[in-house]
């Protein structure tokens, strides 16, 4: 589904859970002229999310839940995403999964990056296993979300060598920078000017 804006810049909310450098990067890109997002929200599940600096930095409001009670939570998220006019749902390295009722309230418009090339290594620990299976490719995905995890359609993705000599860690790296590149880009192609 192409979100469509008008002229004005869609009002959107990132989540995240942890370091935040796909949230710092999607800022940056959000301040360029060609932007056609504002980040307007930061939402963590984690009050130590070291991401949730960037709110400060950057002068974005910021709300952390704490997601024991996961309906509740999300009717009040779904609250505060309403007040604040958000139209778009980036997923950052946001480590809970949504219901299916929270998604459907936001149909189309939730989107996630995932470091590998989906359909292949949903879930977790991806570079290790796509070295352990001697991939020569692994990469990096931007995807709508739906019900099943990292399974929704694919909006664009970025390969990436493994070269020999590759561990998980030099590998999350190489991927991660890309993925700084890629998030942005996916936003410009769903969204209609
Ligand atoms: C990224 O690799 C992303 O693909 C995955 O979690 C990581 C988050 O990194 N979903 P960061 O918090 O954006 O630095």
């Known amino acids: ?31 360029t002229r060609k932007s056609v997002i504002s980040i307007d929200l930061i939402i963590s599940n984690n009050l130590k999310a070291k991401g949730l600096r960037f709110s400060k930095i ?33 997923l950052a390295g946001f480590m809970k999964i949504l219901s299916k009722k ?8 939730i989107i996630n990056i995932h470091p590998s090339l989906l359909p292949k290594y949903k879930g977790l620990n991806t570079h290790q296993r796509a070295i352990e299976n001697k991939e020569k490719y692994s990469g990096c995905t931007v995807h709508y979300v739906n019900s099943k995890l990292d399974s929704g359609q694919v909006i664009l993705q970025k390969k990436v060598k493994i070269t020999k000599k590759e561990t998980p860690k030099t590998l999350a790296k190489k991927i991660l920078a890309q993925e700084h590149k890629l998030y942005p880009k996916a936003i410009n192609k769903i969204i209609n000017r």
Do not use: D, H, Q
């Not at 024991?68 to 609250?79: D, G, H, P, Q, R």
């Open 1 to 31: 589904m192409v979100i469509s804006n008008g002229s004005k810049k869609i009002k959107t909310a990132v989540f995240i859970s942890g370091t935040g450098s796909n949230l710092r990067s999607l800022i940056r890109y959000s301040k």
């Open 58 to 90: 950057y002068k974005i409001k910021r709300k952390v839940y704490n997601f024991k009670k996961k309906i509740s939570v999300e009717n009040k998220i779904l609250k505060n995403l309403k007040k604040n006019k958000i139209k778009l749902i980036c």
């Open 102 to 109: 929270f998604i459907k309230n936001f149909s189309g418009k």
